[in-house]
């Protein structure tokens, strides 16, 4: 391998660990019902698209939608998050598919699948994008693909 190789795996490498971190960070403000800390993690201009068809643009409006949500029925409520793929459009752009869920119960579920557009930015990763989907488990099953 060459050098140029090596050094561009090794960037590639810490920008994979950095990517990471911003997505646990997502799940950790999540999971302190922390609306503010949540939406930092976007841009300024983001958009934020929910499984049953509400959208948002910019990071304001992802705050304001997310503080009742955290003070009422989703208080307590916690993510799972699992990265299914992240690849990079350029060194400074990455999609990230996840698979995952918010739940109280000790058992969280597996019933979205989110995709994230992150943007490095000059104080880490921010989420431009982010698009989440409900599972329909009778068309996965129908399509062979239930897991």
């Not at 503010?36 to 698209?49: C, I, K, Q």
């Not at 003070?71 to 916690?78: A, L, Q, T, V």
């Not at 869920?101 to 490095?120: E, H, I, W, Y």
Request: hydrophobic share 45%.
């Amino acid at each position: 391998m060459s050098q140029t190789s090596s050094a561009s795996s090794d960037l590639d490498a810490q920008a994979r660990s950095e990517i990471e971190g911003t997505l646990a960070a997502v799940k950790h403000a999540w999971d302190a019902g922390d609306a503010g800390s949540f939406a930092r993690l976007f841009t300024d201009d983001a958009t934020y698209v929910v499984y049953f068809g509400a959208s948002y643009v910019g990071r304001a409006a992802i705050e304001r939608a997310h503080g009742p949500l955290f003070e009422r029925f989703g208080r307590g409520s916690r993510m799972r998050l699992e990265i299914r793929a992240l690849r990079f459009l350029t060194p400074d752009i990455a999609v990230v598919l996840t698979e995952g869920g918010v739940g109280k119960g000790a058992r969280l579920p597996s019933d979205k699948v989110q995709t994230f557009t992150l943007v490095r930015t000059a104080v880490g990763w921010k989420c431009a994008a982010f698009q989440n989907t409900k599972k329909n488990r009778l068309f996965l099953w129908m399509l062979g693909l239930f897991e």
